[in-house]
């Protein structure tokens, strides 16, 4: 499995071992440079949006993955993780399906893990 891959499922377990809802993986490799993969899902609860991003990064940390950037809060609605060749997104209900990205990106391929 190339290191790219190991990474998106890395961040997919960890979202579902905290039972982020509806988590979609996009391959944006052939249609953007910014990175290869999209991860999204949401929490039913700011709560939960902290513990998934807090999972996220706990888990990608001791596989020696380094955050190159984060923006959005704690406690905030939409919090952007970026490690380079995958960005997560993690919403809160009601603002992922205001900005709606798997539309935005569905030229992209949906991956299936």
């Known amino acids: 499995m190339s290191q790219k891959k190991d990474m ?3 961040i997919y377990d960890a979202l579902a ?3 982020g809802e509806d988590i979609k993986v996009i391959d944006i ?3 953007s440079v910014m990175a290869d993969y999209f991860v999204i899902t949401n929490g039913g609860s700011s709560s939960q949006v902290d513990a998934l991003v807090e999972n996220v990064e706990e888990q990608m940390q001791k596989a020696g993955h380094s955050l190159k950037q984060r923006e959005g809060s704690r406690g905030g609605v939409w919090v952007l993780l970026d490690y380079g060749d ?3 997104h993690i919403f ?6 205001f900005y709606d990205l798997e539309r935005i990106w569905s030229d992209g391929r ?3 893990l």
């Open 29 to 31: 490799s052939a249609i």
């Open 110 to 112: 949906t991956v299936e």
């Open 17 to 19: 071992e905290k039972k």
């Open 8 to 10: 998106v499922h890395i």
């Open 86 to 88: 995958a960005i997560v």
């Open 92 to 97: 809160d209900k009601e603002n992922r399906s």
